[in-house]
């Protein structure tokens, strides 16, 4: 098991040339702000609290903050992640319609 942690080379689908219409737009900050919330649920379950510097021994994260005072970086990231999952639907032939006000 060990030789396989050791030879593990991520080879992620090379979403570059999927498109992200402008309709999406709005979608994807909706599911970066879940993807937010989630991870910090499940630290702040874990025990973890804020802290203005991350401590993994004392479970203190700087980043257990509201979605919107993230700094850019951290949006960006959470961002990123949500693009990509798009994309990825996008590649894998799925449409994405909005079915009505929710």
């Known amino acids: 098991m060990n030789d396989m942690k ?5 080879e992620p689908i090379d979403l ?3 498109e992200l ?16 919330d989630t991870w ?13 510097e991350r401590n993994d021994k004392e479970k203190k994260h700087p980043c257990l903050i509201p979605y919107e005072e993230l ?5 960006e990231y959470d961002r990123n992640t949500a693009a ?6 996008r590649y ?3 449409r994405i319609e909005k079915e009505g006000d929710l």
């Not at 050791?6 to 991520?10: A, F, V």
């Not at 990509?84 to 639907?89: V, W």
């Open 84 to 89: 990509s999952t798009i994309k990825m639907l």
């Open 40 to 52: 910090a649920k499940s630290r702040m379950e874990e025990g973890w609290t804020y802290g203005a």
């Open 71 to 75: 700094p850019e970086t951290e949006k």
């Open 21 to 36: 219409p402008e309709s999406l737009a709005e979608v994807s900050e909706r599911i970066a702000r879940n993807v937010h």
């Open 92 to 94: 894998l032939g799925y």
């Open 6 to 10: 050791q030879n593990y080379s991520p």
């Open 16 to 18: 570059s040339a999927v």
